[in-house]
Nanobody, 124 residues
């Protein structure tokens, strides 16, 4: 079971990035998929997730209206589209999966499977 996050990079404030979370060894459609982010010296914080039952989506207040999470079942991936990026969105972003977690804001220990992070840097 592996998760692979990709799509990070350097972008100016107001710009967009599209992060992807690809899975191997299991089907993402059956799992709640979450995104967390972390900056140096701070705890990993929950950003967004998508449910397994009906693809309901959930967002942290700090990204609501700017980020969109969605599934691409044909590619067994989950995408986090990030628009109107701000300096404070700079972080390493991690995708994660769990079969049992309740969709919504969560702590890191509630998720079982983690991918490696992808760096997002918002800078002028």
């Amino acid at each position: 079971v592996q998760l692979q996050a990709s799509g990070g990079g350097l972008v100016q404030p107001g710009g967009s990035l599209r992060l992807s979370c690809a899975a191997s060894g299991f089907t993402l459609d059956y799992y709640v998929i979450g995104w967390f982010r972390q900056t140096p010296g701070r705890e990993r914080e929950w950003v967004s997730c998508i449910s397994s039952s009906d693809d309901s989506t959930y967002y942290a207040d700090s990204v609501k209206g700017r980020f969109t999470i969605s599934r691409d079942n044909a590619k067994n991936t989950v995408v986090l589209q990030m628009n109107r990026l701000k300096l404070e969105d700079t972080a390493v972003y991690y995708c994660t999966a769990d079969y049992w977690v309740r969709p919504g804001p969560a702590n890191v220990f509630e998720y079982d499977f983690w991918g490696q992070g992808t760096q997002v840097t918002v800078s002028s």
